[in-house]
């Protein structure tokens, strides 16, 4: 059995797995979601933008529920914390999930033009919402969450729904919708041709640049005006979880600490830039499947970009900064981080090997001749 130092820093970088290939996985098709009524001019070019991610677009669900359980299973402390004091706005992507599956299945039975366009703007909500909400959560972590516990760890949260919509928040939230709306935009590309891949070029050009540009302000917001958190007291990465059992203190720059401690990190925000121009690049030049692979660059360089300035800190109370919940004091026991860590071994590879076989199978270009000739199966 591996010490329980070591398992903490696994789960938190596996979590982090988890994050990026929901982000790319789900991400593509919620991006598709959010382009759709722009792209898809009419009822066919519509239905071409939904086959592209119909067939498969459930299946990327596990990656969001896998991400789900194991922030439940690894950090029940954060789970409980976060369901908590992001209740209104964990609900509020639920509710938008909810015209996914129900547009997708349902949205073609009826050839009615306004239950059709009904469902169309229900799945722009649906794949525009999540990323927003997401990204402002993110912004809210930097900032500080109004949390702290008693003596008996139990917590109470002192903030509102509105209050998360701050103005740094918010720039986080078009950082995670611009890159999400870009990543489906690469993936049209790749999945359509003509006129539909024409205006998703187009699409992939300003949310590209709009990701760019957000992701750069946010980062020097984050160095001039908004301070970070610190360990004072000495970790013991071994302990037995206890929150307060610590000295926390926030430090003007201090959230860039570990780009000085690790240089190799600022490859991170590099990929994340570098990425999407790449990801154009490519797109223009007809190498749209390497393009998506760029595109997925970019998100593992944002996300690992916030998770390497967050590290150790998991969730940064703003109330109480020693109530702040960290990798090394808010995971479960070493018993369950084990048997979970060989859960993961066995089923992880299972999960891509089936991704791959399904997107392998469902693979190339969607077309208008398709969707007519299969116009009572098709999405």
């Given at each position: 059995m591996l010490d329980y130092e070591s398992l903490k820093l696994i789960w938190w970088l596996l979590v982090g797995v988890l994050l990026v290939g929901f982000a790319i996985m789900d991400g593509h098709d919620m991006g598709v979601g959010t382009l759709l009524p722009f792209v898809g001019k009419d009822d066919t070019?519509?239905?071409v933008v939904i086959n592209t991610v119909g067939?498969?677009?459930?299946?990327?669900?596990?990656?969001?529920?896998?991400?789900?359980?194991?922030i439940f299973a690894a950090w029940p402390l954060v789970y409980a914390t976060a369901f908590s004091g992001f209740y209104w706005a964990m609900l509020a992507v639920l509710w938008a999930l909810f015209f996914r599956p129900v547009g997708f299945d349902y949205r073609s039975k009826?050839?009615?033009?306004?239950?059709?366009?009904?469902?169309?703007?229900?799945?722009?909500?649906?794949?525009?919402?999540?990323?927003?909400?997401?990204?402002?959560?993110?912004?809210?972590?930097?900032q500080g969450v109004p949390f702290s516990f008693d003596d008996h760890l139990v917590s109470t949260y002192s903030g509102s729904f509105w209050a998360l919509l701050n103005p740094f928040a918010l720039l986080c939230g078009v950082?995670?919708?611009?890159?999400?709306?870009?990543?489906?935009?690469?993936?049209?590309?790749?999945?359509?041709q003509g006129e539909i891949q024409w205006r998703a070029l187009r699409a992939a050009g300003f949310f590209g640049g709009l990701m760019v540009l957000s992701f750069v302000a946010a980062g020097v917001?984050?160095?001039?005006?908004?301070?970070?958190?610190?360990?004072?007291?000495?970790?013991?990465?071994?302990?037995?979880?206890?929150?307060?059992?610590?000295?926390?203190?926030?430090?003007?720059g201090a959230w860039f600490a570990n780009y000085r401690i690790y240089p190799a990190t600022l490859l991170l925000p590099a990929f994340g830039i570098v990425g999407v121009f790449a990801a154009q690049a490519l797109a223009r030049s007809g190498r749209s499947m390497?393009?998506?692979?760029?595109?997925?660059?970019?998100?593992?360089?944002?996300?690992?970009?916030?998770?390497?300035?967050?590290?150790?800190?998991?969730?940064p109370s703003s109330l109480d900064p020693r109530a702040s919940l960290t990798?090394?004091?808010?995971?479960?026991?070493?018993?369950?981080?084990?048997?979970?860590?060989?859960?993961?071994?066995?089923?992880?590879?299972?999960?891509?090997?089936?991704?791959?076989?399904?997107?392998?199978?469902?693979?190339?270009?969607?077309?208008?001749?398709?969707?007519?000739?299969?116009?009572?199966?098709?999405?």
């Open positions: 070019e519509r239905r067939p498969h677009w459930d299946g990327n669900q596990v990656w969001f529920i896998t991400g789900g359980g194991a009826i050839s009615k033009p306004t239950w059709r366009k009904t469902w169309d703007w229900g799945l722009f909500v649906g794949g525009a919402v999540p990323p927003l909400i997401f990204g402002v959560a993110f912004g809210n972590l930097f950082v995670s919708t611009a890159m999400i709306t870009f990543h489906g935009a690469i993936y049209l590309v790749h999945r359509t917001w984050l160095w001039m005006g908004i301070p970070g958190y610190v360990i004072q007291s000495a970790v013991e990465g071994g302990a037995l979880p206890n929150p307060l059992a610590k000295t926390v203190v926030r430090e003007a390497a393009a998506f692979w760029a595109s997925a660059l970019a998100i593992v360089g944002v996300i690992g970009t916030a998770g390497a300035a967050l590290f150790p800190f998991i969730m990798v090394w004091d808010s995971v479960s026991s070493q018993l369950t981080l084990s048997i979970m860590l060989w859960a993961t071994l066995i089923f992880m590879p299972i999960i891509i090997l089936y991704t791959s076989w399904a997107y392998r199978v469902m693979g190339g270009k969607v077309t208008a001749a398709y969707v007519r000739e299969n116009s009572h199966s098709a999405y």
